[in-house]
């Protein structure tokens, strides 16, 4: 029986509702349809949205496209503009908006936003799409590590080692919590007059406070033990399955490890610009610094449930995983590596 607590059963209630789950829906494929709901939430966006001071062509630009969001806009419409900010602002919501249509759901989006000839995209969108996924990907998930094992897809975490024990926490309450004390203004006013503040202390996830996430998801204040032996990497392990099989429709088996020994390590994926850099230099024999090493946050094997969608010198083997720290302790997950770096054959994607 799963002793884990359950979520709240009222419906298709999201897990995160600051990840818009609300503004679309789900194709026939299962992927995310592009709405004009969806596209609003943009225009609506402080960039974008105009201000007293703005000028009559900017609102009713933004007037046309609340009521029409898929409304085509010529370039001389947005030279109309008077503040060139908010025009060049139009400009790139208006790509984003029109990258997305071409290729008709979220899902499809993003994956051609590591093609070439993409368009530009600020992070923080590209952030919002992989959090508006994995909340319809995980939509039936009961386990609460698993999901904030997520939240490292589409947020920074802050690293810290003691004892030999790994915790990460969201990079951005860590810096709040340090900034204020948790105390919110008071705090800050605080700290600008030389008060000392409280260590940063979040809840560290355990089995007995885990169904406490359900109320407290949207806050991002669960630190996650990230040890070997404890649920976080194993979480994040099927995040990793559930994700790429939701985008390549290939079925993966990953499982966490201490150490890669396989003689015949034939591929490998860094889940983060460090990692990747410390595995090539592994796999090429290369001398490694220990301090270097000591980022990794954890190694993973993936195994593949349909060989013969690989290149053919990959069937048969696994390929292996890695997360690490920055030299200044965050974890930066590039969910992308996951879906742009496997080894398949082309044509069988």
Not at 115 to 122: E, M, R, S
Not at 165 to 171: E, H, I, N, P, S
Not at 176 to 205: H, N, Q
């Amino acid at each position: 029986m799963d002793a884990r607590p359950a979520p709240p059963r009222n419906g298709q209630r999201a897990i995160w509702k600051s990840a818009g789950l609300h503004l679309t829906h789900r194709l026939e494929s299962g992927w995310l349809a592009v709405t004009p709901d969806f596209l609003r939430a943009y225009y609506t966006r402080p960039e974008i949205h105009p201000i007293e001071e703005s000028c009559e062509n900017e609102h009713r630009l933004f007037e046309k496209l609340m009521e029409a969001p898929t409304a085509p806009v010529p370039d001389a419409e947005l030279a109309a503009i008077a503040d060139k900010d908010a025009a060049d602002n139009y400009r790139l919501v208006l790509g984003y908006r029109d990258h997305l249509l071409k290729h008709g759901s979220i899902e499809a989006g993003y994956l051609a936003l590591f093609q070439p000839g993409a368009p530009q995209v600020p992070p923080v969108f590209i952030g919002q799409m992989v959090h508006l996924v994995l909340c319809s990907l995980l939509a039936d998930v009961r386990d609460p590590f698993v999901l904030r094992a997520a939240e490292l897809f589409f947020r920074d975490q802050k690293a810290t080692t003691s004892d030999g024990q790994l915790m990460l926490a969201d990079a951005e309450m860590v810096e709040m919590y340090s900034e204020s004390g948790g105390f919110g203004g008071l705090g800050a006013l605080l700290a600008e007059a030389g008060t000392p503040m409280r260590e940063v202390l979040l809840d560290v996830m355990t089995e007995d406070n885990a169904a406490a996430y359900w109320e407290r998801a949207d806050q991002f204040n669960f630190a996650l033990d990230f040890r070997f032996t404890q649920p976080g990497q194993d979480a994040l392990a099927r995040v990793v399955e559930r994700w790429v099989g939701h985008f390549m429709r290939l079925p993966v088996r990953v499982q966490a490890m201490q150490s890669i020994t396989d003689e015949r390590w034939t591929w490998h994926v860094g889940l983060d610009a460090e990692s990747t850099l410390i595995l090539n230099g592994l796999y090429e024999g290369e001398p490694v610094d220990e301090n270097r090493l000591n980022r990794i946050a954890a190694l993973y094997r993936m195994e593949f449930l349909e060989p013969d969608r690989l290149i053919e010198t990959m069937r048969g083997k696994p390929a292996y995983l890695g997360l690490a720290a920055t030299a200044d302790n965050r974890v930066r997950l590039k969910p992308q590596n996951l879906l742009t770096n496997l080894p398949l054959t082309p044509g069988l994607q």
